[in-house]
T-cell receptor, first 114, second 113 residues
Framework: GDSVTQMEGPVTLSEEAFLTINCTYT??????LFWYVQYPGEGLQLLLKATKADDKGSNKGFEATYRKETTSFHLEKGSVQVSDSAVYFCALRGLTGGGNKLTFGTGTQLKVEL | GAGVSQSPSNKVTEKGKDVELRCDPI?????LYWYRQSLGQGLEFLIY????????KSGLPSDRFSAERTGGSVSTLTIQRTQQEDSAVYLCASSLNSITEAFFGQGTRLTVV
């Protein structure tokens, strides 16, 4: 079945550092890919998405590129801020076989310090 | 409504009691999901409704768990004879259709004592 693997946290960075959170997936067909963010004490929010190979999703300075050849959707940001501290979840929406449900990774906690 | 609404926001129940959790999806959204998030854990899929199709119940952890969606809108997740391991945040999400992104509610924090 569909699965998502993302790097374990917590990831601790200094403000203005470069961020990469790795995400790889296994799915039948051509899934849509998503990054969700959960700020402390809040619900999950969609951060960005990509629906086909080579698409780049971007939002709030974060980017992720749908790489079918490496089945990856790594999240990047050039300069993180303290306010980016949150848990980040990679997810996929299978279009075949997986029945269209959203499958999530285990989440990566990001801590940004001054 | 403007977003996915879940009630109650917090629920404390005694072991062995039944509980019902409610989800009001975004108006017009045909897909509805339930997930469970235990402390420090990821999201565990429970059940998925899409339009009038039979729901995908493959994530329900035991026959104590059930869910229904009436009239293609409001959904209720029922947990019978609650156990302490059922303590978690139960999240509901909806999406416009089967391929678009999902929007999440704030969740119901269930504590079984």
């Amino acid at each position: 079945g569909d699965s998502v693997t993302q790097m374990e946290g917590p990831v601790t960075l200094s403000e203005e550092a470069f961020l990469t959170i790795n995400c790889t997936y296994t799915a039948t067909g051509y899934p849509s890919l998503f990054w969700y963010v959960q700020y402390p004490g809040e619900g999950l929010q969609l951060l960005l998405k990509a629906t086909k190979a080579d698409d780049k999703g971007s939002n709030k300075g974060f980017e992720a590129t749908y790489r079918k050849e490496t089945t990856s959707f790594h999240l990047e940001k050039g300069s993180v801020q303290v306010s980016d501290s949150a848990v980040y979840f990679c997810a996929l929406r299978g279009l075949t076989g997986g029945g269209n449900k959203l499958t999530f990774g285990t989440g990566t906690q990001l801590k940004v310090e001054l | 409504g403007a977003g996915v609404s879940q009630s109650p926001s917090n629920k404390v129940t005694e072991k062995g009691k039944d509980v019902e959790l409610r989800c009001d999806p975004i108006s017009g959204h045909t897909a509805l999901y339930w997930y469970r998030q235990s402390l420090g854990q990821g999201l565990e899929f429970l059940i998925y409704f899409q339009g009038n199709s039979a729901p995908d119940k493959s994530g329900l952890p035991s026959d104590r768990f059930s869910a229904e969606r009436t009239g293609g809108s409001v959904s209720t997740l029922t947990i019978q004879r609650t156990q302490q391991e059922d303590s978690a945040v139960y999240l509901c999400a909806s999406s416009l259709n089967s391929i678009t992104e999902a929007f999440f509610g704030q969740g119901t924090r269930l504590t079984v004592v």
